[in-house]
C-alpha cells in the first residue's frame, strides 16, 4: 500500500526556512504521478504550494514561487520542501500528497505536520 | 488563477435532508473538479472526481453534479459519520485552487 509520512521541526523562527521531508513507501516517486505539497491554514483554508513530478520536474504556485524549493532524494525515495523568509503567516499544517495526473485527483496523503512560525 | 467560490460556508442538517454544497469557478474548468471529505486531525480523503465520478469506497449516498460553472456536492440523508470539512478542488489549471470549505454538522 502507498503511505506517505512528512517529518521536520514544527517550530520555524521568523526570516528563518522551513524544511520539511515526505518520506513514501509502497510506491517509487521516479516511476509516474506529481508528488505534492499542500497546506491548510489556521481558519481551513488549503493551499497548494507546489510539486515536483516522477522526472524530476516541478511546478510551484506563483503565490510562492520566489520562496519554495521542492526536491527529492530518488535513492531514498522522498521528497523535500523548503520554504525560505517565512513569516507568522506561513504557520499551517503541511501535506504531501499523491496527483494521479491520469484521473486527476489526489489518491494519497500524508497525516499532515502542524508548522508554527514563531519566535 | 481560477477563484473558486464555495458555498454555504457552514449548515447544520438533519439525517432526513439533502445536503447540497456548491462550488462556482470563475471561468470554465471542463470538469476538473473533484471534492474531497476531512474529518478533524486527519488529511482530505477523495469523494468525486471528474465533477461526477464517485471515487472507491465512496457511499453512493454522494454524488456530484455541474451547471455550467457551478459544481455542486450532494449528500442524500447523510449519516452523523458525514460530519466534517468538504472543499472542492479545480485542477484545469495550476496553482490548482481550492474552495475555502463548508464545515457540515450532522444533528
Known amino acids: 500500500e502507498v503511505q506517505l509520512q512528512e517529518s521536520g521541526p514544527g517550530l520555524v523562527k521568523p526570516s528563518q526556512s522551513l524544511s520539511l521531508t515526505c518520506s513514501v513507501t509502497?510506491?517509487?516517486?521516479?516511476?509516474?504521478?506529481?508528488w505534492n505539497w499542500i497546506r491548510k491554514f489556521p481558519g481551513n483554508k488549503l493551499e497548494w504550494m507546489g510539486y515536483?513530478?516522477?522526472?524530476?520536474?516541478?511546478n510551484y504556485n506563483p503565490s510562492l514561487k520566489s520562496r519554495i524549493s521542492i526536491t527529492r532524494d530518488t535513492s531514498k525515495n522522498q521528497f523535500f520542501l523548503q520554504v525560505n523568509s517565512v513569516t507568522t503567516e506561513d504557520t499551517a499544517t503541511y501535506y504531501c500528497?499523491?496527483?494521479?495526473?491520469?484521473?486527476?485527483?489526489?489518491?494519497?496523503w500524508g497525516q499532515g505536520v502542524m508548522v508554527t512560525v514563531s519566535s | 488563477d481560477i477563484q473558486m467560490t464555495q458555498s454555504p460556508a457552514s449548515l447544520s442538517a438533519s439525517l432526513e435532508e439533502i445536503v447540497t454544497i456548491t462550488c462556482k469557478a470563475s471561468?470554465?474548468?471542463?470538469?476538473?473538479l473533484s471534492w474531497y471529505q476531512q474529518k478533524p486531525g486527519k488529511s482530505p480523503q477523495l469523494l468525486i472526481y471528474?465533477?461526477?465520478s464517485l471515487a472507491d469506497g465512496v457511499p453512493s449516498r454522494f454524488s456530484g453534479s455541474r451547471s455550467g460553472t457551478q459544481y455542486s456536492l450532494k449528500i442524500s440523508r447523510p449519516q452523523v459519520d458525514d460530519s466534517g470539512i468538504y472543499y472542492c478542488?479545480?485542477?484545469?489549471?495550476?496553482?490548482?485552487?481550492f474552495g475555502a470549505g463548508t464545515k457540515l454538522e450532522l444533528k
Open positions: 471561468q470554465g474548468i471542463d470538469d476538473y
Open positions: 471528474d465533477a461526477t
Open positions: 478542488l479545480q485542477s484545469y489549471s495550476t496553482p490548482y485552487t
Open positions: 509502497g510506491y517509487s516517486i521516479t516511476s509516474s504521478y506529481r
Open positions: 500528497a499523491r496527483w494521479d495526473w491520469e484521473l486527476d485527483y489526489f489518491d494519497y
Open positions: 515536483i513530478n516522477s522526472a524530476g520536474s516541478t
